[in-house]
T-cell receptor, first 110, second 116 residues
């Protein structure tokens, strides 16, 4: 079982560049989340979705956009990357109690 | 507003001993869930244990137990018989349920070091 798959696993961007992170889950989960984790800190919720076609803002949504056009995919976009967005990004999906996490995407903005 | 507080940035424990990792939370909603996740140095997030706000008994999963004190708004993780493989970051998280669904927020984490 693939579970939750994040693409890419590593990326280096220049300031001002744009990119999209893809999260795909094969468990038919309704809920999907994007978090960022900075050194020495916990995960902070960026955006989340409670079902296909829905999105909502989390704790730190500025500078990010998301889309959930298909139930199995949740995309996180950075329109104009900034060094402050250097972080490890985690996607998660959930249907009940337990959330399943992807392996993370390490993004560096220089 | 939701808030999760983990006041112990780092903890040391001797192998085979028990250790308690602290977590306090703040919410005005009556329905919520509390979680603990483990993050080893490899980076993945591993679900450990869950406690619902209406659960009468403390949750247990193998060597993990959750000391849930609702009135004090605390949800401490107890690891019994620590093993070297328990060395990792541990995150407390809270899920708040509302009409549209639910979302989960995390504390800053506690790094546990198990000594041989």
């Amino acid at each position: 079982n693939a579970g939750v798959t994040q693409t890419p696993k590593f990326r280096v961007l220049k300031t001002g560049q744009s990119m999209t992170l893809l999260c795909a889950q094969d468990m038919n989960h309704e809920y999907m989340y994007w978090y960022r984790q900075d050194p020495g800190m916990g995960l902070r919720l960026i955006h989340y979705s409670v079902g296909e076609g829905t999105t909502a803002k989390g704790e730190v949504p500025d500078g990010y956009n998301v889309s959930r056009l298909k139930k199995q995919n949740f995309l996180l976009g950075l329109e104009s990357a900034a060094p402050s967005q250097t972080s490890v990004y985690f996607c998660a999906s959930a249907a009940g109690v337990e959330a399943f996490f992807g392996q993370g995407t390490r993004l560096t903005v220089v | 507003a939701q808030k999760i507080t983990q006041t112990q940035p780092g903890m040391f424990v001797q192998e085979k001993e028990a250790v308690t990792l602290d977590c306090t939370y703040d919410t005005s909603d009556p329905s919520y869930g509390l979680f603990w996740y483990k993050q080893p140095s490899s980076g993945e997030m591993i679900f450990l244990i869950y406690q619902g706000s209406y659960d009468q008994q403390n949750a247990t999963e193998g060597r993990y137990s959750l000391n849930f004190q609702k009135a004090r708004k605390s949800a401490n993780l107890v690891i019994s018989a620590s093993q070297l493989g328990d060395s990792a970051m541990y995150f407390c998280a809270m899920r708040e349920v509302y009409t549209g669904g639910f979302k989960t927020i995390f504390g800053a984490g506690t790094r546990l070091f198990v000594k041989a």
